[in-house]
């Protein structure tokens, strides 16, 4: 046993405290408002603005996940729909969450049971059935889930299929869900034990299933396999025009007039397209391929050497889908494939660990990340210094919350100087819903980016597409900082 804290040398210190002026100041500072509040630096704060040179010419209306942890659903659709409201001319588009989120709990469902399964001769104590027991139905999830799920099973408008309680809020949803989950696992293993062989295991697997979509259609409502398309399109939008209406009268009839008469006469127009699928939706009005991204990640240290592609073990969400497929390569090399991307116009899903630094809930500059504006060491008289690679081997960091680049100003020499982020926590968050990122807190708090492959330089893009992916455990050090998005 290691050697115990003598009280007296508490005793000392506690005199040694009270004695130090700054101590003190600290100290009622810190009661009174709390540590964020305390440390915050304003004089470093308002040099950040949020002005950029280059941006993302039409943003959508920002969109809110709740007390859910759907962060990287979010930021998969806040990038898929740049591109249907570009098709169609609109100011903003959401697609349903909801939707997503169903078919994502019962795929995740069916891994998990399957993994139950496959690991049926190990102890239940096991590192390996303890991960698939403790994280099989967890909100959280990787860029690949989002891109299996809308290649399986399309997608639908928002208010095809609207949030729900249990969407907004999934803790009580997520509880019955691991319960039948866990249940089910101790059956199919018991099964197994008394030596039921493995095809009457998947039949009872499937059985269970029947189970697991219930509990989720009385939580999320049932799914639409059909739907009717009605929405306001641009005077651009690409869609049949068989398909769209105006409505009457139009402005013109009625003889508009003003200083913008060009515009005044401009008649509203209506797209209504009836019965479709959500494939079908996709396909006609989502012109986005899953497929064409590059997952990029920056993950420094001796045993995460860059020029390696990982695939985590036991999390790939969608049996036979897109395995996970994360290329660790330097953070310049994320910063320009980014840059690239909105200098085109088309915003970059991003993750990285956003409590790191981040005063949320100060009143002033809550929208700021950066590296200078919160003084924890002058606060505290402790240097908390470390680096990023430290800072992944001892598992202070990882990348919780995924979000969306949608602008970046640069410095003279064509790099970062700060990001403009969308997030996903509502209009009320942030500044209007957006944060701005300095570029040192991307490099030691980012860490990873999905860029289109036309934005990747050939050098990276012939690694991704040559290299094959090397296994390693979610909880190895190989892994660390790959950890799901669920803030």
């Known amino acids: 046993m290691g050697k115990a804290i003598d009280p007296d040398w508490a005793a000392q210190e506690a005199s040694d405290f009270a004695q130090s002026r700054a101590n003190r100041i600290a100290r009622n500072a810190v009661t009174a408002t709390n540590v964020m509040q305390a440390a915050r630096d304003t004089s470093a704060m308002r040099t950040y603005h949020d002005t950029y040179g280059i941006s993302v010419p039409k943003t959508a209306e920002i969109t809110n996940q709740r007390q859910s942890g759907r962060c990287w659903m979010f930021s998969a659709m806040n990038v898929a729909r740049h591109a249907t409201m570009k098709y169609l001319d609109v100011d903003t588009f959401e697609f349903s969450q909801a939707y997503g989120m169903f078919y994502d709990k019962l795929e995740k469902a069916n891994a998990m049971l399957e993994r139950i399964i496959a690991t049926r001769d190990l102890p239940f104590d096991s590192r390996e059935v303890c991960y698939i027991l403790d994280d099989g139905m967890s909100d959280g999830g990787y860029w690949p889930f989002a891109m299996n799920l809308i290649k399986k099973y399309g997608l639908v408008p928002k208010d095809a299929m609207p949030e729900t309680a249990c969407s907004k809020s999934s803790s009580e949803m997520d509880a019955q869900l691991e319960r039948l989950l866990h249940r089910d696992a101790g059956i199919l293993r018991k099964a197994a034990a008394d030596g039921v062989d493995e095809d009457l295991l998947h039949a009872q697997k499937d059985e269970m299933l029947d189970e697991v979509y219930r509990v989720l259609a009385i939580c999320l409502g049932e799914p639409p396999q059909h739907f009717d398309l009605e929405v306001k399109v641009g005077p651009a939008c690409q869609a049949e025009e068989s398909k769209i209406s105006e409505v009457a009268p139009t402005p013109k009839d009625l003889g508009a007039k003003g200083e913008d008469e060009d515009k005044a006469a401009k008649p509203v127009r209506i797209l209504r397209d009836f019965g479709l699928t959500p494939l079908e939706f996709a396909a006609h009005y989502v012109p986005f391929d899953p497929d064409d991204y590059v997952n990029l990640v920056s993950m420094p240290g001796d045993t995460r050497p860059y020029g390696h592609v990982y695939h985590l073990t036991l999390t790939d969400s969608v049996i036979d889908g897109t395995p ?121 708090y980012g860490g990873e980016v999905i860029v289109k492959r036309e934005f990747v330089d050939d050098e990276t893009l012939k690694m991704w597409d040559e290299l094959p992916a090397e296994d390693v455990t979610p909880w190895s050090g190989l892994a660390a900082g790959f950890a799901k998005k669920r803030l």
């Open 324 to 444: 996970i497929r994360l290329l660790n390569v330097a953070p310049e090399v994320l910063d320009q494939a980014a840059i690239a991307s909105l200098k085109a116009g088309i915003p970059v899903s991003m993750s990285c660990d956003v409590m790191q630094n981040f005063p949320r809930h100060i009143e002033d500059f809550k929208y700021v990340l950066s590296l200078d504006g919160v003084d924890m060491d002058g606060l505290f008289d402790v240097d908390f210094d470390m680096d990023r690679t430290s800072m992944l081997d001892m598992r202070e960091t990882s990348l919780t919350h995924a979000m969306t680049f949608q602008g970046v100003e640069l410095n003279e020499d064509g790099t970062p100087k700060a990001w403009r982020i969308e997030n996903s926590w509502g209009k009320e968050q942030g500044k209007d819903g957006y944060l701005i990122a300095s570029a040192g807190w991307f490099h030691l």
